[in-house]
């Protein structure tokens, strides 16, 4: 079964914790992509990488961390620097960097503050 | 800096009525935008791509360079059609979301 995949589907963080949410794709892809969604806000961009080893901040990096050590895997930790941190995360990827409109979307990671 | 908005949150309408769903964008260059839609419990998905000029379920997407619009028409909704649609705008080899508007055809 191809596709992107996230997980855990709910993730629950305790205050000071930092928390990783994963993200894999096996389609391939050259460049990924992390965002939140908050209602009201449509998607707004944390991190993207576009070939491995390399990655470059979004809008709202401050408080997120990412690695890409794999080309099927972009793991974001959310630190406990980020103080707003309850929200629906999406991971996307591309097939070619540059080309970042064609994006393929995970079923989303919704992350809730205990 | 890039920017795509959204004016309609909500956007409800009856079954077979038309439908325009708004976005305005600002860019210095020359744009290229693009519709995605998320349906209740499915992924967020592409819709349509303005350089496609294509129609897709429906639904077409001028882009006015001149009032830097790119509106989502559908001339007969169908209930099937609600969902979360998204504007988006590239630039470079990244995209900028607009706020969203969630569709509602009441039947």
């Known amino acids: 079964d191809g596709g992107i995949t996230q997980s855990p589907k709910y993730l629950f963080r305790k205050e000071g914790q930092n928390v990783t949410l994963s993200c894999e794709q096996n389609l391939n892809h050259d460049a990924m992509y992390w965002y939140r969604q908050d209602p009201g806000q449509g998607l707004r961009l944390i991190y993207y990488?576009?070939?491995?080893?390399?990655?470059q901040k979004g809008d709202i990096a401050e408080g997120y961390s990412v690695s890409r050590e794999k080309k099927e895997s972009f793991p974001l930790t959310v630190t406990s620097a980020q103080k707003n941190p309850t929200a629906f995360y999406l991971c996307a990827s591309s097939p070619i960097p540059g080309q970042g409109e064609t994006q393929y979307f995970g079923p989303g990671t919704r992350l809730l503050v205990l | 800096a890039q920017r795509v908005t959204q004016p309609e949150k909500l956007l409800s309408v009856f079954k077979g009525a038309p439908v325009e769903l708004k976005c305005n964008y600002s860019y210095s260059g020359s744009p290229e935008l693009f519709w995605y839609v998320q349906y209740s419990r499915q992924r967020l998905q592409l819709l349509l791509r303005h350089i496609s000029r294509e129609s897709i379920k429906g639904f077409t997407a001028d882009l006015n360079k001149g009032e830097t619009s790119f509106h989502l028409k559908k001339p007969f909704a169908q209930e099937e059609d609600s969902a979360m649609y998204y504007c988006a705008l590239k630039s470079g080899s990244r995209l900028t979301f607009g706020e969203g508007t969630q569709l509602t055809v009441n039947p």
């Open positions: 990488s576009q070939i491995v080893n390399d990655f």
